[in-house]
DNA sequence: TATGAATGAGAATTCATTCAT
DNA sequence: CATGAATGAATTCTCATTCAT
């Protein structure tokens, strides 16, 4: 009630933004349905009839969040799987890299999970995820491998396979870090999880004698 | 009206575990929230009132439903990991296997994908899956390979580390299965896939020659 | 609180009909958009979500207040029409009179006010009460009216025309009571109002002396 | 924002009226309720702050509206009905003329709708309109009957009941028009329904045979 | 004056839960 | 035990009104 504590401010440009930012917290917080449209105002700092100046319904707004989730980095890592000139065991080392800390510093792992849980209510985004997520950065990994095979660095065998082997570490740290870790699980360091995982891929575990 | 009806009788004992295929079925779909009542009473051919003569709230009913999920398989396999007298390769291809075929048939990963997404909003049942499932899996795997490592079969290395990169791609499998093939993806074979990682992450990815 | 007060009681059968009539007060008093359904269920002495047990929404409520207002009497007055084998001046004395006593006791005044009121919110209704209420009417008074100029006792003309100038003074009528009564105007008697017009209608206004 | 640009000067002045046939349209278009002051000021061509530089409330424009309407030609018609010096029919005659055309130009039919819609919701609009326009075309028309009979070209009788008889119908024809001509029902020619109209109340429906 | 972003009090609708039958 | 009609708290969405610009 300070005089001069303006009710509002006009901050058309900002808006969207900080409220799909507030919604990604609550969202993958406690899920699409369980998100209080309440919760999402006061989090961004506005009413809730700002919320619809914005995005006409929720689920737009969770819509709007998980796109926006999306774009950033994606892009970057598919385009070095390739350009890179090196021999395969190095641009995988980086490439896993990187992933692992895009993943350990976006907020792509709430997305994530709000995408696995609501996958069968909001199939449309579940095919955006599918296109511009997992395929994209299959298909780079696929690519990279192939390339490999052909310089005869890597060993013959289904590519995609591989990738599914190459990848899915980085999805299981994710998801403990989202699922378990909050519930007092002991955190994993995603990055030293994934170096691990691509040295024991490219070597294999079996030592020199006990392989066939 | 005649007590002994034989139909009437078999019904009344088996309502709790029809009510939670049922609910299995409709939680798995929609998630908790969107999950109605309603639609589980019809899905189990009884009223909705009789769903609380066996559970106390919808959280109850969900509960048991993860809880129930998690039972029968895991001991069996937790138990076959060291209880076999095998050289390491084997007992790995015959435990993945079996794992993989224990995905591909039972509502393990509806049941998953329902932790994922709830695990904030129901930590008791993220706490009961990751000691009852993740960590149980995790730590039978992690035996075996110290059991390999002890008798000179497997590199030296971070057993856990190793369990998680033996692992996490059935798990992948499984999310793939229930996010992305619903929307018209390619199905996987878990079970191909299973045993395509487990040559690649056994013998490694590089040829000799490629190796440092 | 007093035990044995029962919080609600079984009226499967009656519920629906008390709640149209219930409906019916309020949306004949504030229209349709200014009722709430608080007050409705209020009216209807049940709780507003009893409402969505036996329609839709508001809309279909609404809808249902309409179409109950339309069926009983007019059928009756329309067959009553042509039936009678009387001179023409006395079946629409009677025809006419009868319509006066309909519209003084039934809720049809209310429902009237609201199909005008709506009828561009609400097409539907507006053409269901063209089809079954108004068009009705007319074309029975315009059978009437054929009827009496096939006797000879009917001068030529319009028989539409005609059938307006017979009965539009108890629309008129109608509308007086439902919108100037209740601000102080001097209430009609529509049966007396009827008889008048009906009496200047038939024989007209001008003396022998003053017609062309 | 050179000063004095007259395009500019003449739209301040001309606002409130643009405003209120904006609003006019609208009103009439859906009611007050379902009316959004979105809709008004966007067919106005103002934003919506804007009307309230001129009006303090929407009940406020509600009201600004249905007088407005009124004003014009009632004083008019009116002032006609007495002043003529002619035969009881020829007066009539032109006097319905004038208000049919009265009501076919005008928008008036709009509002009388709203007015009957929202007569209990705003009771002072009600008591306006009854006593600026029902009333006083009623009156004009009981003082004309009066002096037909004082002249004795008029029936002895009810002059009020006579008045009713002679306007309804074309209070009819308008709500016609307003109701189900939007539905696809054939339009009146309000005009010729009138003058059909006052020639059967003038000379009757019957023949000579037929009279009692 | 004029704008339109922002507010917030409602209102419709849903659905877990209760309880008379 | 079983039913399903009834409840009412909770939630999304709307829109008249305000006010910083």
């Known amino acids: 009630m ?24 609550v969202f993958a917080g406690k899920g699409f349905a369980a998100a209080r449209l309440d919760d999402i105002a006061a989090a961004a700092g506005v009413s809730k009839g700002a919320l619809y100046l914005y995005f006409e319904t929720k689920q737009d ?7 926006t989730a999306i774009t950033p980095n994606i892009a970057e890592i598919e385009a070095a799987a390739l350009a890179m000139d090196m021999p395969f065991a190095r641009v995988l080392r980086l490439l896993v890299g990187r992933g692992a800390d895009v993943l350990s510093t976006s907020a792509i792992g709430g997305v994530a999970k709000m995408v696995i849980a ?23 990994i696929v690519a990279l491998v192939e390339k490999g095979q052909a310089a005869g660095e890597v060993r013959p065998g289904d590519p995609r396979g591989y990738a599914f082997s ?11 870090r989202e699922v378990f870790v909050p519930i007092g699980a002991a955190p994993m360091n995603i990055r030293a999880l994934a170096e691990h995982h691509i040295e024991a891929v490219l070597d294999g575990l079996l030592t020199e004698g006990a392989r066939a």
């Open 61 to 67: 707004l969770f819509t709007a969040v998980v796109r």
């Open 166 to 176: 190459i990848i899915s570490p980085l999805l299981m740290g994710l998801l403990w």
């Open 2 to 25: 300070t005089p001069g504590q303006p009710k509002w401010r006009r901050r058309k440009e900002a808006r969207p933004a900080e409220i799909v930012a507030a919604a990604l917290e």
């Open 118 to 140: 609501e996958s069968r209510n909001f199939p449309d985004l579940a095919r955006v995820w599918h296109d511009e997520v997992a395929n994209r950065v299959l298909s780079a």
